[in-house]
């Protein structure tokens, strides 16, 4: 693959009456909108401008060094698809030696050397300036992190020894473990400030001539950073300990780079640079040339390009101006909608449920939700005070006659859903286009009946709402071109990825993760013991684990959603008598009240409510994942034989979205062919 060099590009800029400072501008020449990635000939560019201007210090003709980046990306780190066409352990090793060497030579600067990150910094970008000595970034930067766990691999260009002496061991943990492992999660400009990544949070609309300013006041002296004072090693190494308990819990080792990470950290504790290199060596040269890595780099090829131009979408021009929304319910599901739409979109929304209670109740979440962003420091007071100005609720049928678009978030029973429809009908103009955020039913079934079958569309949302980056688009039977290409603009608006699916039961993500949960319960009801089906999965390394999701679903809704599937699907979906007791008796499958986790240990006393009552037997560990592989490699063969989406990648991103199915696995079809499940 040819490499898309990021050039080193060098000005001289006169720091006041200070002298000289050589500002280094990161340019891949691609425009503001493509990230500026790291390469072998890049690197070395970079490396040559590093040296010469070492020279130039030490001559005395600079007083400082900055690297900036363009307008909305500093730099996303290593060329991944670079890095994932590398197969022999040599190659892999000049990679984590070159950004090493590179980035060495801004830590041993002899005059301060700054970084202002006016746009993203990910990965190899936030190490680069982690190696300045100094660092400012923009309040609109909403990507730093070091997301390399996430995609396989450690960062590896000196991240996990220079982190935890900038912000401590525990935060360092937080960003370099803990993110990663929550759907590589990141930090905008004022989180990294709060947690002393960065220096100071400049104002985007004059950034690089403020960042300039601000560091004329530290090389004159004028400004001191404040800096951690440092851990212990006992304390670092104790909290890292700690760390692996929870990651093991989670994962038990199934991902190999989490582990690599932590095994980093513990050994940064001790202070020895030059130890702390050689191991990030060692560890990106493993990891680079594993399969996991190129597992990884599959899914995020799938997330960060398939998902912004979704396969199937129609003509955005068709798609209807959307300027109001109502909403229909307002429950937990209407609410979280509602302040999405708000947020996002910064259109009115209007709730309206049955009673006051209930509208009030909605209303109430919102205003509580927009309160916790701002005290976050994620939100403006005035945006927030905007926002909730936005979102109305009300009883009346009628409020909701001058939206653009509905969508309905009531129960999951079709024959609700049908009743709210043909209300909605008789206050709505024709134009108006109907939603529903159903889960599993049929789209189409809704609009028939109805006068106007062509608005309706299916826009299932995942919980909770504001983490979940997925929507599976759903055309039903009559459904147009303009309410679907709507359906489509929506969702990009409310900065979600789309997947188009046909109007098939379970749509796409839930189809297969009832399968998964409906193949465990019905081998507990063969006769598997409780314990070895919790740990039958683990190799896979599930955001969760199929009784903590159970719990987390709802025992109730999962029964409710496994008969649907049933009657639609037939008996591969199968009754389960033991899930049917439990939600009689009002039982949990896990032990504890609080919202389930993936480390939440399972109640083993729900095996009274099963038992051997099939003919299968009870299974082992190895032959309930290889159970599970068969079920869902069934279900995949049938879903695209169907045509429920256009290829096999959007159920990969479908699942890589919807359900965290785990990078490191890529996605759940090729893992399957890898596995060899058979049909």
């Known amino acids: ?383 927030g005070n905007r926002i909730r100005s936005l979102v109305t609720s009300t009883t009346e049928l009628a409020d909701l006659s001058g939206a653009d678009l509905v969508i309905e978030a009531v129960f999951e029973e079709l024959e609700v859903k049908r009743h709210v429809f043909a209300e909605l009908e008789t206050v709505l103009s024709p134009e108006t286009i109907l939603a529903t955020n159903t889960s599993a039913l049929s789209v189409s079934a809704m609009a028939a009946g109805l006068q106007h079958p062509e608005r309706v569309v299916g826009l299932h949302f995942f919980n909770p709402v504001a983490q979940m980056p997925l929507v599976e688009v759903v055309r039903a039977a009559h459904t147009d071109d303009g309410a679907y290409a709507t359906a489509f603009a929506v969702t990009a608006a409310c900065r979600k990825s789309a997947v188009a699916v046909a109007d098939a039961p379970g749509f796409v993500v839930n189809r297969l993760l009832v399968r998964l949960l409906g193949e465990v319960l019905g081998s507990l009801e063969d006769g598997t013991d409780i314990a070895t089906a919790d740990r039958a999965l683990w190799p896979l390394g599930l955001p969760m684990g199929p009784f903590q999701l159970l719990q987390l679903v709802g025992p109730a809704v999962a029964g409710h959603v496994l008969d649907t599937l049933r009657e639609n699907l037939g008996s591969r979906y199968p009754t389960s008598p033991g899930l049917q007791a439990m939600i009689t008796d009002g039982a949990r499958f896990v032990e504890f009240e609080s919202r389930p986790s993936a480390a939440s240990p399972v109640d083993t006393s729900i095996a009274r409510y099963f038992g051997s009552r099939g003919e299968r037997g009870g299974q082992d560990e190895a032959g309930l994942l290889r159970r599970v592989r068969d079920a869902l490699a069934e279900e995949v063969d049938l879903m695209l034989a169907e045509g429920v989406v256009a290829e096999s990648k959007d159920i990969d991103l479908a699942m890589l979205l919807g359900a965290g199915w785990p990078f490191h696995l890529g996605g759940i079809t090729p893992y399957l062919r890898r596995t060899a499940a058979s049909t």
Request: hydrophobic fraction near 45%.
């Open 1 to 383: 693959m040819t490499e898309r060099i990021t050039h080193a590009l060098v000005r001289d800029v006169q720091l006041e009456d200070l002298g000289v400072l050589a500002l280094i501008t990161l340019d891949n020449g691609a425009g503001p909108r493509k990230p500026n990635t790291l390469g072998p000939q890049g690197m070395d560019e970079l490396r040559a401008v590093l040296t010469e201007l070492t020279q130039r210090a030490h001559d005395g003709e600079i007083v400082a060094v900055a690297v900036t980046g363009k307008q909305f990306h500093f730099a996303a780190g290593a060329d991944l698809h670079g890095a994932a066409e590398v197969t022999d352990r040599a190659s892999a090793r000049a990679i984590a030696e070159a950004g090493h060497e590179t980035f060495a030579l801004l830590l041993d600067m002899p005059v301060p050397t700054f970084a202002f990150i006016g746009g993203v910094a990910l990965g190899g970008g936030l190490e680069l300036a982690l190696s300045c000595h100094y660092r400012t970034t923009s309040a609109a930067v909403r990507g730093i992190g070091l997301p390399e766990v996430f995609l396989g691999l450690v960062p590896g260009w000196g991240g996990t020894f220079l982190l935890p002496r900038l912000i401590g061991m525990e935060r360092a943990l937080r960003v370099i473990v803990e993110n990663p492992l929550r759907q590589n999660a990141q930090l905008t400009g004022p989180d990294a400030e709060r947690l002393g990544i960065v220096d100071a949070v400049l104002e985007p609309a004059d950034f690089l001539a403020e960042s300039l300013r601000w560091a004329a006041h530290v090389v004159r002296g004028d400004i001191v950073p404040e800096r951690y004072p440092g851990d212990e090693p006992e304390t670092a190494r104790a909290l890292v300990s700690s760390a692996r308990i929870d990651v093991d819990a989670r994962l038990h080792g199934a991902a190999p780079s989490p582990g690599r990470a932590l095994d980093l950290l513990s050994l940064a504790a001790d202070g020895d640079r030059h130890a702390s290199v050689e191991a990030e060596n060692e560890a990106l040269t493993d990891l680079i040339t594993s399969p996991e890595f190129e597992a990884s780099v599959y899914a995020f090829d799938l997330t960060t390009r398939r998902a912004k131009n979704p396969v199937g979408a129609p003509d955005p021009d068709v798609a209807r101006p959307v300027r109001r929304i109502g909403i229909a319910g307002a429950g937990l599901m209407a609410s979280q909608l509602a302040l999405l739409f708000a947020r996002r979109m910064q259109v009115p929304v209007v709730m309206r449920d049955l009673d006051d209670v209930r509208a009030d109740r909605g209303l109430q979440f919102v205003a509580d939700e927009v309160q916790k962003l701002v005290t976050k420091g994620r939100l403006a007071a005035a945006e």
